[in-house]
């Protein structure tokens, strides 16, 4: 007996339920690396994210034809596929979004060396870090790095795959540490008025060395771990390529980490003058993420919370309409939760974020994910009910909700000691310290003539 055109439509969406969801498993990019590359890696950071993507988004679909109440609403019309299709886009692009700004805030804030077990600076250290700053710009100065033109024909070149850091080999591989008249690297800033520069980072000799610490915590070493398949140094401690299809350097040694550093800015830092964050305001930006985030939160914290007190005054009051309404501003905290999610993690990337400010960083993220998967909760179990308040378990839903509308509060007031009592992504603070720095060093007509006072060193908080 042949299967019914109903059962044919049964059976391939099943099979493709299972091809998806084998797809989206296998096709990850630990994987494919492990099956074609040698070193087991994928280069590419934009290669990765579109892997994760399809890997992602193949997996949620075939969840979605294998799972009954899906299958069943997808075949009832080709508007409510297109429906699913976008639903699923957005899903997995917010998921994918959310991790890969995680992951690229590891790497832009790698605090690597442990200050937990630092003293205080002494009056001693206090001083030496002071002097070293004072030091170092009057060597930019003396030797008219200010501008770049001068500091080209002295032999600094961009160092490779970088837009920043100015290097000169001569400095990287003689037996000087922490010269100023020696500085391993220089900084430099594009302007509307030219190269600016920001500061000097001086380098270790050897990639096992560690840095000397005459400022104590005021001046603290921090180096750069490479994962996937790291960089051809040459000395083991300049980049110079990466390794090639086989996981070999043509040129110098394969390493897996940087060699220790430490900046001295010229800029005033927030962090202070020997800061290892290298983020600044990006005016090139059309849209700034850091403002996305404070507008698009109160809308999600509002719609929850208003949606738990509908539903608690209907569960009250057994008023069928106040649990209606409730369900729409359950859908639209939804929408706006993972919106602030996914605008957070993009904001958080180019904040200026000082390694005691991190505890607090981490709780409101902690607090806002839990939330975030709360509400994801609350609205999957309403979609189950078809909007409905649940009959079954109505006292376990409406204590979940509690729960997560605590959650949301207290999210916001981590992340309003962010702001208000850390001054994280208030950006004036950053711009101020650039445009005075630009008026020192630009508002001369000689580079001789550059003056000012260097940024003094200190304890981020005081």
Known sequence: MKPSASGRAFNLQRSAGVALLLAGLVASPPILGMLFAPDGSIDGEA?????????????????????????????????????????????????????????????????????????????????????????????????????????????????????????????????????????????????????????????????????????????????????????????????????????????????????????????????????????????????????????????????????????????????ESLHAAAFINLIFAGVFALATVTAGMLAEVRLLIAPDVHQVLDTHKLLGFSACAGIVLLLAWRLTQRGRFPKRGGLVYLSIGLLVAGLTGGAGYFGSELVYVNGVAVQAIDRHALERHQRVVFGRTANEDVAGSAPKAHVHGQ
């Not at 050897?206 to 104590?216: D, F, I, N, S, V």
């Open 47 to 319: 290669r990765v994210r579109l892997i994760y993507l399809f890997d992602l988004f193949c997996v949620l679909s075939g969840i979605a034809l294998l799972w009954q109440r899906p299958r069943a609403w997808l075949s009832t019309s080709v508007l409510h596929l297109l429906a699913a299709t976008a639903l699923i886009a957005v899903l997995s692009s917010s998921i994918v979004g959310t991790w890969w700004g995680i992951t690229a805030y590891r790497g832009a804030h790698h605090h690597t060396m442990d200050m937990s077990h630092m003293e205080p600076p002494t009056a001693e250290q206090q001083q030496w870090a002071d002097d070293f700053v004072a030091r170092s710009w009057e060597s930019a100065r003396r030797h008219g790095w200010f501008d770049f033109e001068k500091a080209k024909a002295d032999g600094f070149e961009l160092l490779w795959s970088d837009r920043e850091h100015y290097q000169k080999r001569e400095f990287i591989f003689d037996d000087r540490i922490l010269d100023p008249d020696r500085p391993e690297f220089l900084m430099y800033r594009d302007t509307p008025r030219g190269k600016l520069l920001v500061g000097f980072m001086f380098f270790t000799r050897t990639l096992e060395e560690h840095g000397p610490t005459p400022g104590g915590s005021l001046a603290s070493w921090h180096y750069h771990p490479w994962t996937g398949r790291g960089y051809c140094a040459e000395g083991s401690i300049l980049p110079v390529s990466r390794p090639d299809g086989q996981g070999r350097c043509p040129q110098g040694a394969h390493v897996a980490r940087s060699a220790e550093m430490l900046h001295v800015w010229f800029v005033d830092h927030p962090l202070g003058p020997f800061a290892d964050a290298m983020l600044f305001p990006d005016s090139s930006s059309v849209v700034d993420p850091t403002l996305i985030h404070p507008m698009v939160v109160h809308f999600a914290v509002a719609l929850l919370i208003v949606a738990v007190l509908l539903d608690l005054l209907g569960k009250a009051t057994a008023t």
